[in-house]
């Protein structure tokens, strides 16, 4: 059987797709933005707070790192609301990606500071630099060169995996996608389209965050 | 019909975990070879072999898997095929499953010093039988953690096959919901059921981790 492969009605829709386009980078950017919020904080209490607080943030962990995504967002989308806690799509997306992205970002970060030397901290309180110096002028700086890459990674598994928000409606790229699908019947290409923008993304982010990098670590 | 979330749900949500481990099963058979070649084109003397391996790695490692359920689920049909969600869900695990694995395995292969090779061939073994008797068995000690800590990745992963209408875990809970309308109560417990999977293996991934750099020492 032959099939013509036919690609005019998806690039019709491009406007409507590229609606899709500015939610899933807003969503990305909002959530990488967060999350490294999240992250920075989350490993410094994990690392240097109080026994409580260290657990706390370990349970935290353990228990976004050990389920999955889309259950975490069915969670708080169709969940909460029985809870009292309603929130529209996109919001519902932006707060299960952040606490998502957050707890692999803790984990990254703690391996950061922790990579660092003791001989280094040491060094810092023999010059007389009080804790928050330490942390400000010796800990952080290589600390951050360091989880940089691994952080660029996880930032853009994330960015692919906003498309997961399409299953609770919230309007992204992926979803806009079903949407002309069901308009077109041209699943093959729609999807086909679709993942050639995500490819270009991860290209790009990985670009920037490349880019980035250079801009801060390698001159020092 | 609506009914009380009971006990009963309890134990069809639990009886659903076998597909998602089959599926996790398949997935890391199915991602275990593609990975296998992967790792082998990437780490292959031949310049053309390689490239091929690094545009795979870089094709699907910047695609979302959602895409890949969807192209395979919904796209074939255009080849005249009715694709089950098993076949759907079968073909692209592996393609991202491997994608996956062949860059853990070739760190592995790369891990592995260049004397050790060179050893292998000044004892006139083939390149084969350099990979097969000298660097994968030291390889393997590396691959194992991360290739565990991956698999929690793949069983978190395979809930999206839900979305095909594949009934694993993920889907079992939104079926019970629809029948039951405790979306809250249910959701909670596929996550503790997701968390009782993972965690395990999350902790085996680490102890292993850590017993190998000791070894190391």
Redesign the interface.
């Known amino acids: 059987m032959s099939y013509s492969f036919q690609f005019r009605d998806v690039f019709a829709a491009w406007e409507f797709l590229l609606d899709g386009l500015v939610l899933t980078l807003e969503l990305s950017l909002v959530t990488m933005a967060v999350g490294l919020a999240i992250g920075l904080a989350g490993a410094a209490a994990r690392v240097y707070g109080a026994p409580w607080l260290k657990r706390a943030v370990a349970v935290y962990v353990e228990a976004i790192r050990n389920t999955p995504l889309i259950v975490q967002l069915f969670l708080i989308f169709f969940g909460l609301p029985s809870a009292g806690l309603k929130f529209d799509a996109d919001t519902a997306a932006m707060i299960a990606l952040s606490i998502n992205l957050g707890a692999y970002t803790i984990e990254i970060v703690r391996a950061g500071l922790e990579a660092i030397p003791k001989s280094q901290i040491e060094a810092g309180q023999s010059l007389g630099l009080s804790p928050v110096q330490i942390f400000r002028y010796v800990i952080i700086f290589p600390a951050l060169k360091m989880m940089f890459p691994a952080l660029a990674s996880q930032f853009v598994l994330l960015m692919l995996a906003t498309s997961v928000v399409s299953q609770i409606s919230a309007q992204d790229l992926f979803h806009t996608a079903s949407i002309v699908q069901s308009r077109t019947f041209r699943d093959f290409e729609v999807y086909a389209v679709v993942a050639g923008v995500y490819l270009a993304l991860a290209l790009v982010f990985r670009l920037l965050f490349a880019g980035l990098y250079q801009l801060i670590f390698a001159r020092r | 019909m609506i009914r009380e979330f009971a006990l009963i749900d309890v134990l069809y949500l639990v009886a659903a975990m076998r597909w998602t481990l089959a599926l996790t099963a398949i997935a890391f058979i199915g991602g275990g070879l593609v990975g296998l070649a992967v790792a082998l084109l990437r780490v292959s003397p031949l310049a053309p072999l390689r490239w091929i391996g690094t545009i795979y790695v ?2 699907v ?8 359920l ?2 395979f689920f ?7 095929i009715e694709v089950s969600p098993w076949i759907a869900a079968a073909a692209s695990y592996s393609i991202y499953a491997g994608a996956f694995l062949g860059e853990i395995w070739r760190g592995a292969l790369q891990a592995i010093p260049r004397t050790q090779w060179e050893a292998g061939s000044s004892l006139g073994l083939s390149l084969a039988q350099q990979l097969r008797y000298i660097i994968v068995p030291q390889a393997t000690r590396l691959a194992i953690p991360p290739t565990v800590g991956f698999l ?1 990745q793949l069983i ?2 395979t ?2 096959a ?2 095909i209408g594949f009934v694993e875990l ?1 889907r079992e ?2 079926l019970t ?1 629809a029948t039951t309308f ?7 417990t ?2 503790a059921l ?2 009782l999977l ?2 395990p293996l ?1 902790q085996a991934s680490r102890r292993l981790e850590r017993r190998m750099l000791h070894g190391a020492r």
């Open positions: 870089l094709a490692q910047g695609t979302p898997l959602l895409a890949w969807f192209v919904f796209g074939l049909s255009i080849l005249g929690v978190k992963n809930s999206l839900a979305v993920t809970g939104q919901t405790r979306p809250f109560t249910v959701y909670l596929v996550a997701y968390f993972c965690f999350t």
